[in-house]
C-alpha cells in the first residue's frame, strides 16, 4: 500500500461556504494558538452560499423581538424546530449579522444610516438584513476577504473529502483527495466540523448549483452518524422553469403578486392556507398552492411544462432596479422575461434541506470530535419547513458555535494512533486509483444520476404518496447496486472531473436513500413532507425527528424527540 | 435530442501527462435554442467524452467558475447563448493564465495578488459588537457598491494586455476589490493601500485599454477602479511630501 | 492558437505541483476588435516621439540664426511634413478624445469631503480648456498675440 503525505493542523473544517468561513474565524479568534484547516472541493467563493439572493434574518427594528422572531421560527418549522435551539439562534442573530457588518458586508441602508430590513414570508415584522438582491454573494465574499486576514487558517482549494477517519471511536482527520494532483492526502486534525452545504442535486430541478451533492452528510453518514429529518425538503415556490434558477422570496417580500393563468391571485382569492399573509405565506404552503393550482388546469403553458406567474409589473422600474437589481438580470437572461413590463414564469423548485446530520446545540454528533454546520447539519433550527432568510443566519449562528466547540474540543484531545489513521488514508488512495477510468459493466454516470433524479422528482416531490416513495426507496436501492458497475472513461490523474463526479454520485445516491426512506415512515404531513394519503398533522405519532442510520441491509429509521419550549403545537394558519 | 440543430464545438484539451502542448478536439453537438455554452459543454462531458474537464457550478452567473474563452472573447459561459454564436464554437481556457488542464485555469496567482491589496476593512480600532452597526448612508454605500460586485471571474484578466505582459501587475479585480474597500467609509486603510497601489503591482501599469471593463458579466468597471486609484495614489504621495504621515487622517 | 504571453503571467510565487501549459495572450490582440483602437492609441506614442525630436531640433535651429530658422520652417512646409503633421494632429485628437472620455469615470467618488462634479460638467470643462489653450497658442504663433 502506498505512503501518502500527511498533513497536520488542530481544527478541519470541511466546505468554505458561510458556515465554513464562520466556523474557521470561530475557531481561530477563540483560540490564538490553534492552526485551522479550510479544506474544501472548490475554491471558497465558488460556494454555493454566493447565490443566496434575498436576506439574512434578525431581530433590528423596535417594533421586534426575540420572542417573535422566535414564535414564527418555530411556527414556520411546523412545531418541529427544537426551541432550545431556536432561542440561541434568535439571541445571536443580531450579533452574527452586526459583526459581519464590522467586517465590511454592503448591507443595505435606510436614509439615517441604520441597516435596511425588508419583509420575508412568514415573519410577522421586518426583520430581513439584505444586500440589494445577492445577499449570499456579499455575505460570501465579506467572510472570504476577511478570512484573508488570518494566516493561521490555512486553505486547501479543491481538496475533494472523501472519508473521515477515525480511530478509538473518534474523528482523527479526513482523507482528501486533491482535485488537481491525483492524490490522497492525510489531513489529521483533533475535530473536524462538516459545512458542505445540503444535497440538492438528487433532484432533477433545483436551484442548487452543481457542487450541491450532500458530500459531508454522507461522509458522516458512512461512519454511523445518523441523518435527521431527511424527508424534508424544502421545495421554493419561484424557480424559473427549465433551469430551476432561483427567483428570490424578496420579489414577494417587496409586494410581488403570483397569479395563475387567469391573472388571478389565487393566494388571496382562495384558501391556501396562508391567510392574510397571501405571497408572504411559508415556502411550503406557497409551493403547495401553485402544484394545485396547475393539477386544476389554471396553470400557465410553457415550453418547460406549466407554471405560474410572478408579476412585479405593479413595482415600477425605480423599485425592481435598486431593490432587485439581479432578479431582473437573471429574468433576462435565462427567462427572455424583463419584470418591470411581463410576468416572470415560476414553478417550485427544489431549494433547501431542512434535515441534514444529526447534531446538537453545539454542533456536536454522536461521533467525538466530529461537528457539522450550516445546511449539511439539522440542530434542528428549521424542523419541518425553513422560514426564508432564517438559513444564512443559521450558518454564521451555528457556524460560529461549531468553530468554537471545536477548538475546544481539539484542545482537550489527542491525535490517535498515526499508523492506523494514514492507513485508512491510504486505502482511499488506492480506492481511487482504481476508480479513475475503470471499465466495469459499462453503466454510465450520467444516466445513473439523471434516473436518480428521476426517482426522487416521482416519489419526493411537493406531493407524496406511499407507493410512489416505497418504488422510489428500491429504485435508489437498485442504483446503488447499479453504481458498482460504472464505467469511466477519463483515466488522467491531473484534474479529472469524472471521478469526482463518480464520487459525488456515491455521495449523492446515500444521501438519496435517506430522503426517501425517511419520507417513506413519516406517515402525516408536516411542513414540506406532505402526503396524499396522510393530510393531516399528527402530533400524537409522528411529533418526533427522524433518524437514519445506515445499514448494509438497509437504512435503519429510529426517532428522536423534539425539544418543546415556551410553545406547544397548534394548528398552523396564517 | 436528434432533430435539433448541431453546432460544432472545438475545445482545446490539454492533459500535462500526455500532451506536450494543448490542442483541439471537435465535437458535434445538438444544441436547444436556449442553451447557454455551459449546457453544450455538459452535454459533451455526459455523453461524447467524460474525459473533458471544466469549472462550474452555479449556472446562473454568481459564482464566477466557469470562465473561458469563446471564439476569442472572454465569456462566462454559463452566461452567453448558444443561439448568439455561430455554426463553429472555439472554446479554449482563459487567456493569460497558464493551463491547468483541459479548460481549468491556475488561479493560485490572482489570489496572491488579490491577499496583496488587503481586501478587508481595516480600522485603528475595532468597534465592539454591543456597539452596534456602523452608521453608513445609501451615498456613502453608492460609492463603493459597484465595486463589489466582483464575482472573481477572471474574465478582465483574460481580456487585459498589461496582464498579458507584466506579471507583476496587480490586475483589474485586485485592484478593484482594494479600491472597494479604500472607498468603503469604515474603512480606514487607503493610505496603506495607496502605498501598495504605487508599489511593485503599480497600478501604474495600466495603459487605458478599458477591456476589462468591457467584458465585465457584473459591471463592476474596473477600469474606473483602477483609474481612480492612480488618481487616489498620486494625491496621496504628493500630500505625503508636504505633510508628515501622522498629520492625515 | 493565440501567440504566448509572458512566461510568468498569472503565474503564483511558487509553481503549483502539476506541469502546466503556458499562458497565451487574448487571441485578438494586438489588430482584432477593440483592441484595434486601444493598439493605435498606444502606437502614437511613436509620433509623439519623432515630435519631441523634431521639436528639439527646431530650439537647436533657434541658436543658429534668423536664416537657418528661415530654412526649417520652408522646409516643414514640404508634402511628407505637412503628411507628418496632420497625422500628429489626428493622433492627438485620438488620444485627447479617448483619454477625456475615461475621466468622468477616473474621478474617485469624493476627494476628502469634496464631491467631483459630475460626468458631463468634467467633459465640458477638460473640452474649454483644451480649445482655450489651443486657442491661446493659434493666437501666439501666427503673431496675433505678442505680435
Known amino acids: 500500500m502506498s505512503v501518502v503525505e500527511t498533513l497536520q493542523h488542530d481544527v478541519l473544517i470541511v466546505g468554505g461556504g458561510a458556515a465554513g468561513l464562520r466556523a474557521a474565524i470561530a475557531a481561530v479568534e477563540a483560540d490564538p494558538e490553534a492552526s485551522v484547516a479550510l479544506v474544501s472541493k472548490v475554491y471558497p467563493m465558488r460556494s454555493h452560499t454566493v447565490s443566496a439572493e434575498g436576506g439574512a434574518a434578525a431581530v433590528a427594528r423596535d417594533d421586534d423581538t426575540l420572542e417573535m422572531h422566535g414564535f414564527d421560527t418555530v411556527k414556520g418549522s411546523d412545531f418541529l424546530g427544537d426551541q432550545d435551539v431556536i432561542q440561541y439562534f434568535v439571541e445571536q442573530a443580531p450579533r452574527e449579522l452586526t459583526r459581519l457588518e464590522h467586517w465590511g458586508c454592503p448591507w443595505s441602508r435606510n436614509e439615517d444610516g441604520t441597516v435596511a430590513t425588508r419583509a420575508f414570508g412568514g415573519m410577522t415584522t421586518k426583520r430581513t438584513w439584505y444586500a440589494a438582491d445577492k445577499v449570499g454573494f456579499h455575505m460570501l465574499h465579506s467572510l472570504f476577504q476577511h478570512s484573508l486576514r488570518f494566516d493561521r487558517i490555512v486553505r486547501y482549494d479543491e481538496q475533494f473529502v472523501t472519508r473521515l477517519l477515525v480511530d478509538e471511536g473518534q474523528v482523527r482527520g479526513v482523507a482528501a483527495l486533491d482535485v488537481r494532483e491525483g492524490v490522497v492526502r492525510c489531513i489529521r486534525g483533533r475535530s473536524v466540523v462538516l459545512c458542505t452545504g445540503g444535497g440538492g442535486k438528487i433532484f432533477p430541478f433545483t436551484t442548487n448549483g452543481n457542487i450541491k451533492t450532500g458530500d459531508g452528510m454522507a461522509l458522516a453518514y458512512r461512519i454511523g452518524v445518523p441523518l435527521k429529518d431527511m424527508?424534508?425538503?424544502?421545495?421554493?415556490?419561484?424557480?424559473?422553469?427549465?433551469?430551476?434558477?432561483?427567483?428570490?422570496?424578496?420579489?414577494?417580500?417587496?409586494?410581488?403578486?403570483?397569479?395563475?393563468?387567469?391573472?388571478?391571485?389565487?393566494?388571496?382569492?382562495?384558501?391556501?392556507?396562508?391567510?392574510?399573509?397571501?405571497e408572504l405565506g411559508p415556502r411550503d404552503m406557497i409551493s403547495r398552492a401553485i402544484v394545485q393550482e396547475i393539477e386544476a388546469g389554471r396553470g400557465v403553458d410553457g415550453a418547460y411544462g406549466e407554471h405560474a406567474h410572478l408579476d412585479l409589473t405593479h413595482l415600477g422600474e425605480e423599485k425592481i432596479d435598486s431593490r432587485l437589481p439581479m432578479v431582473r438580470e437573471l429574468c433576462k437572461i435565462y427567462a427572455g422575461v424583463d419584470p418591470v413590463y411581463e410576468p416572470i414564469p415560476i414553478r417550485p423548485v427544489?431549494?433547501?434541506?431542512m434535515g441534514g446530520v444529526d447534531v446538537d446545540i453545539e454542533g456536536a454528533t454522536l461521533v467525538s470530535g466530529l461537528f457539522a454546520a450550516g445546511e449539511t447539519a439539522c440542530v434542528s433550527l428549521n424542523g419541518a419547513n425553513r422560514l426564508g432568510s432564517n438559513s444564512l443566519t443559521e450558518c454564521l449562528v451555528f457556524g460560529a458555535r461549531s468553530g468554537e466547540a471545536a477548538v475546544a474540543f481539539a484542545r482537550g484531545s489527542n491525535d490517535g494512533a498515526a499508523q492506523r489513521i494514514d492507513e485508512q488514508a491510504a486505502a482511499e488512495q488506492a480506492r481511487i486509483d482504481a476508480l479513475r477510468g475503470r471499465k466495469r459493466g459499462g453503466e454510465k454516470l450520467a444516466t445513473l444520476r439523471n434516473e436518480m433524479q428521476g426517482a426522487m422528482e416521482r416519489g419526493c416531490g411537493v406531493y407524496r404518496e406511499a407507493a410512489s416513495m416505497q418504488q422510489t426507496c428500491r429504485e435508489i436501492a437498485e442504483l446503488q447496486a447499479r453504481f458498482a458497475e460504472v464505467s469511466l472513461e477519463d483515466t488522467s490523474r491531473v484534474f479529472n472531473t469524472e471521478v469526482v463526479a463518480a464520487l459525488e454520485l456515491a455521495n449523492m445516491l446515500d444521501v438519496a436513500e435517506t430522503v426517501a426512506n425517511a419520507a417513506a415512515r413519516r406517515n402525516e404531513s408536516r411542513g414540506a413532507h406532505t402526503r396524499r394519503d396522510a393530510t393531516a398533522r399528527d402530533d400524537v405519532n409522528f411529533l418526533h425527528h427522524s433518524l437514519c442510520y445506515r445499514d448494509d441491509a438497509g437504512p435503519r429509521l429510529e426517532t428522536k424527540p423534539v425539544t418543546l419550549g415556551r410553545w406547544e403545537p397548534e394548528e398552523r394558519k396564517y | 435530442?436528434?432533430?435539433?440543430?448541431?453546432?460544432?464545438?472545438?475545445?482545446?484539451?490539454?492533459?500535462?501527462?500526455?500532451?506536450?502542448?494543448?490542442?483541439?478536439?471537435?465535437?458535434?453537438?445538438?444544441?436547444?435554442?436556449?442553451?447557454?455554452?455551459?449546457?453544450?459543454?455538459?452535454?459533451?462531458?455526459?455523453?461524447?467524452?467524460?474525459?473533458?474537464?471544466?469549472?462550474?457550478?452555479?449556472?446562473?452567473?454568481?459564482?464566477?467558475?466557469?470562465?473561458m474563452q469563446v471564439n476569442g472573447e472572454p465569456s462566462l459561459t454559463c452566461k452567453q447563448p448558444v443561439s448568439e454564436l455561430p455554426d463553429t464554437v472555439e472554446v479554449a481556457p482563459l487567456a493569460n493564465f497558464p493551463v491547468i488542464r483541459d479548460l481549468v485555469v491556475e488561479l493560485e496567482g490572482f489570489l496572491e495578488k488579490l491577499k496583496q491589496v488587503k481586501p478587508w476593512i481595516i480600522r485603528a480600532k475595532e468597534k465592539a459588537v454591543e456597539e452596534g452597526t456602523h452608521s453608513q448612508s445609501p451615498a456613502e454605500h453608492a460609492e463603493f457598491k459597484q465595486f463589489s460586485m466582483c464575482i472573481n471571474c477572471m474574465l478582465c484578466y483574460a481580456a487585459c494586455p498589461v496582464v498579458a505582459n507584466e506579471p507583476e501587475f496587480l490586475g483589474p479585480a485586485a485592484i478593484a476589490l482594494g479600491h472597494r474597500y479604500s472607498t468603503d467609509s469604515r474603512d480606514e486603510g487607503a493610505a496603506e493601500r495607496n502605498e501598495i497601489f504605487r508599489g511593485e503591482g503599480t497600478v501604474f501599469s495600466c495603459s487605458y485599454a478599458n477591456e476589462c471593463s468591457e467584458v465585465c458579466p457584473k459591471h463592476v468597471d474596473p477600469a474606473a477602479a483602477v483609474n481612480q486609484a492612480k488618481f487616489n495614489a498620486v494625491i496621496d504621495w504628493a500630500t505625503g511630501l508636504v505633510l508628515p504621515r501622522g498629520g492625515r487622517e | 492558437m493565440a501567440r504566448p504571453a509572458h512566461p510568468e503571467a498569472m503565474a503564483p510565487a511558487k509553481p503549483g505541483r502539476t506541469r502546466t501549459a503556458p499562458p497565451h495572450r487574448p487571441p485578438k490582440f494586438p489588430m482584432q476588435g477593440r483592441y484595434r483602437a486601444y493598439t493605435l492609441f498606444d502606437a502614437t506614442g511613436a509620433v509623439y516621439l519623432l515630435m519631441g525630436f523634431g521639436v528639439l531640433h527646431a530650439v537647436r535651429t533657434l541658436g543658429d540664426g534668423e536664416v537657418a530658422w528661415q530654412a526649417l520652417l520652408s522646409g516643414w512646409a514640404a508634402p511628407l511634413y505637412v503628411a507628418f503633421h496632420l497625422l500628429a494632429l489626428v493622433s492627438v485628437l485620438f488620444v485627447g478624445v479617448r483619454f477625456f472620455r475615461l475621466f468622468p469615470k477616473a474621478q474617485p467618488p469624493r476627494i476628502g469631503p469634496a464631491k467631483p462634479p459630475p460626468g458631463p460638467v468634467i467633459l465640458g470643462m477638460l473640452y474649454a480648456v483644451w480649445i482655450g489653450v489651443t486657442a491661446l497658442f493659434v493666437g501666439i504663433l501666427s503673431g496675433g498675440i505678442f505680435g
Open chain 1, 350 to 353: 427544489v431549494h433547501y434541506m
Open chain 1, 231 to 278: 424527508e424534508f425538503v424544502q421545495y421554493h415556490p419561484t424557480g424559473l422553469p427549465g433551469t430551476g434558477i432561483l427567483i428570490t422570496e424578496a420579489t414577494r417580500g417587496e409586494g410581488g403578486h403570483v397569479k395563475n393563468v387567469d391573472g388571478e391571485r389565487f393566494l388571496v382569492t382562495r384558501d391556501y392556507g396562508v391567510g392574510s399573509k397571501a
Open chain 2, 1 to 67: 435530442m436528434s432533430d435539433l440543430p448541431k453546432k460544432t464545438f472545438v475545445v482545446t484539451r490539454f492533459d500535462p501527462d500526455q500532451d506536450e502542448a494543448p490542442r483541439t478536439e471537435r465535437y458535434e453537438v445538438p444544441c436547444h435554442p436556449d442553451w447557454k455554452v455551459l449546457d453544450a459543454l455538459n452535454y459533451i462531458k455526459d455523453e461524447i467524452d467524460g474525459t473533458l474537464s471544466h469549472r462550474w457550478s452555479c449556472r446562473m452567473a454568481v459564482c464566477g467558475s466557469c470562465g
